[in-house]
């Protein structure tokens, strides 16, 4: 990995300054910064302000985006309103509110519509309001939705499954019920009616104002003396929030430009350029920012983007546990190097899920990081076991403030915000200085070796796997022979690097998207590898039925796309490893 040496980085990480973030904080503590509104472009034009000051290139850009802002709502239970929220991309609920029977529908999986009769009816979820529940929601007839929040808090949340803008063929997807959350007690209480079996009909009334607008991005660039086209890392956060949003995401905004002020210093020994993005409609878009420039940005990302590194929430008090980082296979052991010699723990190794500003999995850019500290799991409700998956989780989440008004700069805690702000110095300053981009495809070559081999038995006299097998083995074996390689000369490395991002370009594709590199697969859960998804439908198939028939179809497809994926990965590492 090497590059930036050990006392230099450790010079680095340790200018980290609170004071100079707090004074960041301050500032973002004056606005709401909704989607598309004033008073966000405000905030926006002091990030630029700040970057212009550092010596960074900037182009704060404006572009149309399908933005949701939940308004007021009111429910009605018999003669009682207790308190509730609606959400992003509700259907607004129709001229003298919404009326129909509650079903109780458990936490909203597809076993729980199964079992209920949803049609015409409101039904009444445990959890945090989320895109598959409301999918589910509404295929199984259901008019309306009340979620059951965890504990006595309220999250804003964004319930639309559609990754970013929608367009003619993904409008179909978005909700189409009316959506409102209520606290855990009086949640829990219209529960214990319903399930006794008593016929309770609720009023619904939610007001969202659902349209395209325009939005801003910021880009602020600096690249290598002399180098104005050499590749670039991407380090983004999105800067529009639910409130005030002093942690989510005024932590992360100034960990970028604190992490864009010290890493500066460093350009004399640069590898490649840093290139900050600022979104918006992150929170009430669904990622519609980051979406629109992977769009229209395609070319230049594919060509010239070495990595992705997202920062969400940082800093925040009590949010200690740093093992639950999210990172892609390539990157961990920089993940795992930033965090123990940053933050003292080490790193569990989850798989990434399918939230925050991840667009350029299509693409095909390897990326690291979401959000960084959380809270203890065993001192509070896991909360972002409903938004990030469950699993081996030790992290509980963001604090109880996440998503409501209640997330101010009282929550900061300047400790954590420098401990958080020096992991990603330390990350992003390995990525800029090493000779060879830190991208190890070993570990990603195995994950798939795995989970062939728990699919050959399924699919074994239909499919044969073992090639596929075999092309993994074989790329997981050039991938560690470049690893264990030492650096050479630059025109060498820079051919490494080209080599390595062709890779990036070919796998991650197959790793977290379901193929298309120039579409957005929605805003749901996923398995690992999803272009193995055909196979896993023909795995639980009957042997010699017309299912297994059809599935068999769409199997072979999806072996002939990851066998091209592999093959190109392949021949892009032989060149450097095996020349001739």
């Known amino acids: 990995m090497s590059g930036i040496d050990g006392a230099a980085l450790a010079s680095l990480t340790a200018s980290v300054d609170a004071a100079t973030m707090f004074r960041h904080l301050e500032e973002f503590a004056r ?14 034009r002091y990030l630029r302000a700040v970057l212009d000051g550092y010596g960074y290139r900037t182009e704060l850009l404006r572009h149309e985006a399908y933005i949701s802002l939940p308004g007021r709502a009111r429910i009605l239970i018999g ?63 259901a008019v309306g939705q009340v979620h059951i929040s965890p504990h006595e808090h309220l999250h804003e949340m964004c319930i639309s499954p559609v990754w970013g803008s929608p367009s003619e063929a993904t409008r179909a997807e978005l909700p189409r019920t009316t959506v409102v959350s209520l606290r855990q007690a009086a949640g829990a209480a219209l529960k214990a009616r319903v399930v006794a079996g008593e016929t309770v009909d609720v009023t619904l009334h939610a007001e969202v104002d659902t349209a395209w607008r325009e939005t801003p991005l910021l880009v602020a660039e600096l690249m290598p003396e002399g180098e104005p086209d050499a590749p670039f890392v991407l380090f983004s956060g999105h800067h529009d929030t639910w409130y005030f949003g002093v942690m989510d995401n005024g932590g992360a905004n100034a960990t970028m430009l604190e992490a864009a002020r010290l890493l500066r210093h460093e350009r004399a020994a640069w590898k490649r350029g840093l290139r900050l993005c600022f979104w918006s409609g992150h929170s009430h878009g669904r990622y519609s ?167 050959a038995p399924g699919v074994g006299g239909a499919l044969d796997l073992a090639a596929l097998g075999a092309r993994a083995r074989r790329l997981g074996a050039l991938a560690g022979a470049l690893a264990d390689a030492a650096a050479a000369d630059a ?23 379901s193929g298309d590199r120039f579409a957005h697969d929605p805003a749901l859960p996923q398995n690992p590898w999803p272009v193995l998804d055909p196979l896993r439908l023909l795995a639980a198939s009957e042997a010699g039925s017309d299912e297994q028939r059809f599935r068999l179809v769409a199997a072979r497809r999806a072996c002939n796309r990851l066998g091209h994926a592999l093959a190109t990965a392949i021949a892009a590492l032989e060149v450097v490893t095996c020349p001739s």
């Open 79 to 141: 003669n009682e309103q207790p308190d509730c929220i609606t959400h992003s991309f509700s259907r607004p609920s129709p001229q003298g509110g919404l009326s129909a029977p509650v079903v109780y529908a458990g936490a909203g999986r597809a076993e729980d519509f199964a079992a209920i009769d949803a049609r015409g009816r409101i039904v009444l979820l445990e959890g945090i309001a989320n895109p598959g529940a409301s999918l589910r929601a509404a295929r199984a007839g």
């Open 491 to 513: 025109a060498a490395d820079a051919a490494v690097d080209r080599a390595l991002m062709a890779v990036s370009r070919a796998l991650v594709p197959m790793d977290y998207t």
């Open 31 to 44: 606005r709401i910064k909704l989607s598309g509104t004033a008073e966000e472009y405000e905030s926006f």
């Open 289 to 455: 920012g980051s979406a629109w420039y992977a769009d229209t940005h395609w070319e230049e990302l594919a060509r010239r983007c070495g990595a992705h590194v997202n920062v969400d929430s940082t800093g925040a008090r009590g949010n200690t546990v740093l093992t639950d980082a999210l990172c892609s296979a390539e990157l961990a052991g920089l993940a795992a190097e930033a965090i123990r010699v940053e933050g003292g723990q080490e790193l569990a190794g989850l798989r990434m899920s399918r939230a925050g500003d991840q667009s350029f999995w299509g693409i095909g850019v390897a990326s690291m990081f979401m959000a960084m500290g959380e809270q203890p799991a065993a001192a509070a409700d896991n909360v972002m076991a409903g938004v990030l998956g469950g699993g081996p989780r030790r992290g509980a989440g963001l604090g109880w403030w996440w998503h409501t008004p209640e997330d101010t700069l009282d929550k900061m805690e300047p400790g954590l915000l420098v401990r958080d702000t020096r992991i990603y110095v330390h990350a992003l300053a390995r990525l800029l200085t090493a000779p060879r981009l830190p991208l190890d495809y070993r570990r990603a070559t195995l994950g798939l070796e795995a989970e062939l081999a728990k699919l």
